[in-house]
Antibody, heavy 125, light 107 residues
């Protein structure tokens, strides 16, 4: 069965960095685009970033552009989110989520059919 | 960016009730809309994609409709396990955006 397991969260001071990982299993990882979605405590869902199956295409939310970098290692079936210059407003549960398509702009995709359990990132001094 | 607006923000209902949640996009998105259910402390779960397609394993009491700017999620007969928060999401363009959520509570 499809499994997505996030790790790397924790408490970090403003301005510092953190790298999240998402280990995938149960499906052919290098055939799917992957996303990061976050949810601030008690708030709604915010899409963060997407990377295509081969890493050739990626998009970011404006709120993280220039600070966060999404990457993947298909040999390790793992998705990453490098988060730099963290701010208090980045405090959230971060989910990795699978797109049903391989590319970032495929017809009929763009939703999230499998999600990890989420990992909490707290930015606080 | 495409803004997604859900209504109501919350609804109180009883087991067996029919519940309707609406989602409006700030511009036309054809049928590029998904619905998710989220229970406290859990990840969202995909219910509906492309406005009306039921995700595998999702009970048939859930249905979706609409196109353009106006969409509806219907729970035909509310069950105890359906008390949760529901989100719509547009899949038309980047950035992907979600509605603010509709909390379905026990009456």
């Amino acid at each position: 069965q499809v499994q997505l397991v996030e790790s790397g969260g924790g408490v970090v001071q403003p301005g510092r960095s953190l790298r999240l990982s998402c280990a995938a299993s149960g499906f052919i990882f290098n055939s799917y685009a992957m996303n990061w979605v976050r949810q601030a405590p008690g708030k709604g869902l915010e899409w963060v970033a997407i990377m295509s199956y081969d890493g050739s295409n990626k998009y970011y939310a404006d709120s993280v552009k220039g600070r966060f970098t999404v990457s993947r290692d298909n040999s390790k079936n793992t998705l990453y989110l490098q988060m730099n210059s963290l701010r208090a407003e980045d405090t959230a549960v971060y989910y990795c989520a699978r797109d049903p398509c391989s590319g970032t702009n495929c017809y009929g995709g763009g939703y999230f059919d499998y999600w990890g359990q989420g990992i909490l990132v707290t930015v606080s001094s | 960016d495409i803004q997604m607006t859900q209504s109501p923000s919350s609804v109180s209902a009883s087991v067996g009730d029919r519940v309707t949640i609406t989602c409006r996009a700030s511009q036309g998105i054809s049928s590029w809309l998904a619905w998710y259910q989220q229970k406290p402390g859990k990840a969202p779960n995909l219910l509906i994609y492309t406005a009306s397609n039921l995700q595998s394993g999702v009970p048939s009491r859930f249905s979706g409709s609409g196109s353009g700017t106006d969409f509806t999620l219907i729970i035909s007969s509310l069950q105890p396990e359906d008390f949760a928060t529901y989100f719509c999401q547009q899949t038309n363009s980047f950035p992907r955006t979600f509605g603010q959520g509709t909390k379905v509570e026990i009456k």
